[in-house]
């Protein structure tokens, strides 16, 4: 019931509905309505769905920062992992494409 | 799997999401990294995603278009036009799918000094659940068989 699921949260009941809309809006959540009481279910399948989306994008900015480190730290190794570190490698060029 | 139409939830769902990685490499190196086309291609993307060409007008209300040739040979461009331009710490453009009719998201990147290193923070917001329809026809997420909304609200 809408009261329950507001309770936890520091939110008035017309608050609490209006999220409550959303979700159920984008199908996250699924309403019965019983006289003035209305019961609401999640839909796991929707929610997995939410999460594999969001989990694409995850990966992808994840890939591609994993991306960028590997360039610049090529480009500038780290002295403290070559025992040999010298003004050549240093002084290098950049990388050209 | 099918999803219905649900025009009522395109306006105010979004997802947005946040992703960090601390780089040993000072912010201007990183700011030039992502900054400067030639060597921007040669790191954009995940694995198995390569960039065949990016167009960068850096200042702020200028556009950029950056492709991702996906592991299929599918290729996708990302365009939008850059909000803040703050060398070295800070890049705010909006980001959308080219050819695809989206209100647009809008991506944050920060480049924040610790000590020798950089925490590089990617803040993606506005990402909707219309723009995730439309994208995935777009092929970009060939692999992408659900999609979704969710609030922010």
Known sequence: MVTELAAPFDMSLPSASKNLKVLESAGLIDRAVSGRVHRCTLDPERLREADGWLEFYRDFWHGTLESLARFVEEDEPDPGKDAAPTRATKNKPRQRP | ?153
């Not at chain 2, 009522?8 to 992703?19: G, I, K």
């Not at chain 2, 040993?24 to 990183?30: D, V």
């Not at chain 2, 030639?38 to 990016?54: E, L, N, S």
């Open chain 2, 1 to 153: 799997m099918s999803i219905e139409p649900q025009t009522n939830a395109q306006s105010e769902a979004t997802l947005t999401l946040l992703v960090r990685k601390t780089i040993k490499a000072t912010p201007e190196r990183l700011f030039e990294a992502w900054t400067t086309p030639a060597q921007f291609m040669q790191w954009w993307g995940p694995p198995g995603v390569t960039c065949p060409g990016v167009e960068m007008d850096l200042r702020v209300g200028g556009a950029y278009r950056i492709g991702n040739r996906m592991p299929d040979g599918n290729e996708a461009w990302i365009v939008g036009t850059f909000e803040r331009i703050t060398p070295p710490s800070e890049l705010v453009f909006s980001w959308r799918m080219e050819h695809v009719d989206t209100p647009p998201e809008r991506v944050t990147v920060r480049f924040d000094a610790r000590g020798s290193e950089t925490e590089v923070v990617v803040f993606h917001e506005r990402l909707a659940s219309e723009a995730a329809r439309a994208q995935h026809q777009a092929g970009w997420f060939g692999c992408l068989d659900g999609l979704v909304a969710f609030l922010a609200d």
